[in-house]
């Protein structure tokens, strides 16, 4: 299948090593990259991000005193679920970074048409900065969404509706986790799912009331109405995946995973969903950092977007 914009060339520069795979023995040349350029030092989320993924790097020439790393991305791979009617392969494409010392001599579109390369047929999905975005336009990527980033200390007032029963996620939730994760998001993301329990400090699920008149638990088999989960990242505790059938079990999970934070949250929250923005807002986070959803080869990124309340991470989608 032909992509509307073809996969570019990234032909090796003479002046500098070649593109590389990068191993989890990289971790600390890839958080003394994100200190260059002003991003805190997430050793929990990298260490991730190198294993579930493919990172790619580019190491300093030999006449470069500052040595290292001087540029990076993190490619991870997803294929799609048994049902999807599109049956190319799924890649997300984060942590793209270029040492400050290097910046503007082209080693971000080198990286990006590498990645591009490497995602071969395959729908391509980023989340973009504005600083990045032009970029990402030039080489094919087109605009799908937005997202804003909240941080603070979450309390929301009680909800007149009745409560949705939330728990912590066991074992036997985990077929039910992945049905619901592959509906929301349109790919086989088990490898990364099945890393929650460990990668979270939290993980919990929402289950539907019983008894008549009570609503179905959506497509989901095992009963379970939403699953997320909450982990901590330099400082802050990131509430994300959020997957759930409807908002306002968005919302309980996300209200529990609050209740047990002591300190300031982070929430990436999908503007397509301007309730729950309105929600969070209104219960204590601020913010108005945006960044762009961007797809190549598709003319959205898949799954069910009414699903999707929070990313696993703005770099794994």
Known sequence: MTSAHPRPSSSSSPLLPSVRRLA?????????????????REEHKW???????????????????????????????????????????RTSVGMLLVAERHARRGLGRRLMRHALERSGDAVAFLTATPYGRPLYEELGFAPV???????????????????????????????????LDARAFGADR???????????????????????????AGGAPGGIAGFAAAWPNEGTTVIGPVVAEEEATARALITELASRTDGPVRY????????????????????????????????????????RFAPYSVALG
Do not use: K
């Not at 990289?26 to 200190?35: E, G, S, V």
């Not at 309105?278 to 069910?304: I, K, Q, Y």
């Open 24 to 40: 989890l023995a990289d971790l600390p040349a890839c958080l003394d990259l994100a200190a260059d350029r002003g991003w805190t």
């Open 47 to 89: 260490r991730l991000l190198l294993t579930a993924g493919q990172g790619y790097g580019i190491d300093a020439p030999g006449d470069d005193p500052g040595g290292g790393l001087i540029g990076v991305y993190v490619l991870t791979s997803y294929g799609p679920p048994p049902s999807s009617p599109d049956p190319r392969a």
């Open 145 to 179: 969404g937005t997202t804003v980033m909240l941080t603070g200390r979450l309390s929301p007032a009680p909800s007149p509706e009745p409560p949705v029963p939330v728990r912590d996620a066991t074992a036997a939730d985990l077929p039910a986790v992945l049905a």
């Open 190 to 216: 088990a490898h990364l799912i099945v890393r929650l329990p460990s990668f979270a400090d939290h993980f919990v699920v929402a289950v539907p009331p019983e008894g008549p008149g009570a609503p179905p």
């Open 268 to 307: 990436d929250a999908d503007l397509r969903h301007r309730g729950l923005v309105e929600w969070l807002r209104s219960g204590g986070l601020e913010g108005d950092f945006t960044t762009t959803v961007m797809v190549h080869g598709a003319p959205d990124v898949p799954g069910d977007l009414g699903l």
